[in-house]
């Protein structure tokens, strides 16, 4: 059971290029997540993915776009990286939440570089 | 706008000592609660959470205690290891906001002394 799993790990880009954040997790969750990690900041939601054919934005989506693949994939895209975009990218998912919260479980991230 | 916060940002411990790790929430409107170990490259941990029904709740040497009335939460570590040796942060999710809106806090740095 290896929970959520993110690829690459780590990725070095250059102004303008783009690229795709995997994430897939194996717990039947219906929730998916993304979010980055900057330093001295909270984890800040980009996209979220309530159910399976759902999508919307979090508090920090421009520049991103994001795929709800099936019930166990969930993708980030950046079409045209931007340094302010050099961050930590977490994936995270969580059971249906029926009004009273659901814990997120996290995977170990992609660290994402722009040059 | 409201939001999460820390006491202190960083705590030492002598290994074997317990721990209390603290958290100031000011959403009254926040009704369940969730403690994250976040390690050194790695992804933030489930470590234990509370809902506002309840003032307090234990796991595996994890004690998590909720105050509402001074909006106060703490993280309880008893015996602490080196191994416990992390970021440590808290989550909150206000009364039927969904999942997807949990707040974090900037977290707190555990180093244990061996």
């Known amino acids: 059971n290896a929970g959520v799993t993110q690829t690459p790990k780590f990725q070095v880009l250059k102004t303008g290029q783009s690229m795709t954040l995997q994430c897939a997790q194996d717990?039947?969750?219906?929730?998916m997540y993304w979010y980055r990690q900057d330093p001295g900041m909270g984890l800040r939601l980009i996209y979220y993915?309530?159910?399976?054919?759902?999508?919307d934005k979090g508090e920090v989506p421009n520049g991103y776009n994001v795929s709800r693949l099936n019930k166990r994939e969930f993708s980030l895209r950046l079409e045209s990286a931007a340094p302010s975009q050099t961050s930590v990218y977490f994936c995270?998912?969580?059971?249906?939440?029926?009004?009273?919260?659901?814990?997120?479980?996290f995977g170990d991230g992609t660290r994402l570089s722009i040059l | 706008g409201e939001s999460v916060g820390l006491h202190l940002p960083t705590l030492s411990v002598q290994e074997g000592d317990n721990s209390i790790i603290n958290c100031a929430y000011s959403?009254?409107?926040?009704?369940?609660f969730i403690w994250y170990k976040q390690e050194s490259g790695k992804g933030p941990q489930f470590i234990i959470d509370?809902?506002?029904?309840?003032d307090k709740r234990q796991g595996q040497r994890v004690t998590v205690l909720l105050n509402k009335t001074v909006k106060h939460l703490s993280l309880q570590i008893a015996a602490t290891q080196p191994g416990d040796s992390a970021v440590y942060f808290c989550?909150?999710?206000?009364?039927?906001?969904?999942?997807?809106?949990?707040?974090f806090g900037k977290g707190t740095k555990l180093s244990v002394i061996p």
């Open positions: 995270a998912s969580s059971e249906r939440d029926r009004g009273g919260g659901q814990p997120q479980h």
């Open positions: 717990m039947n969750h219906n929730s």
């Open positions: 993915s309530a159910s399976e054919g759902t999508t």
């Open positions: 959403n009254s409107a926040s009704d369940y």
């Open positions: 509370i809902r506002s029904n309840m």
């Open positions: 989550a909150e999710n206000a009364r039927g906001a969904g999942s997807y809106q949990l707040t």
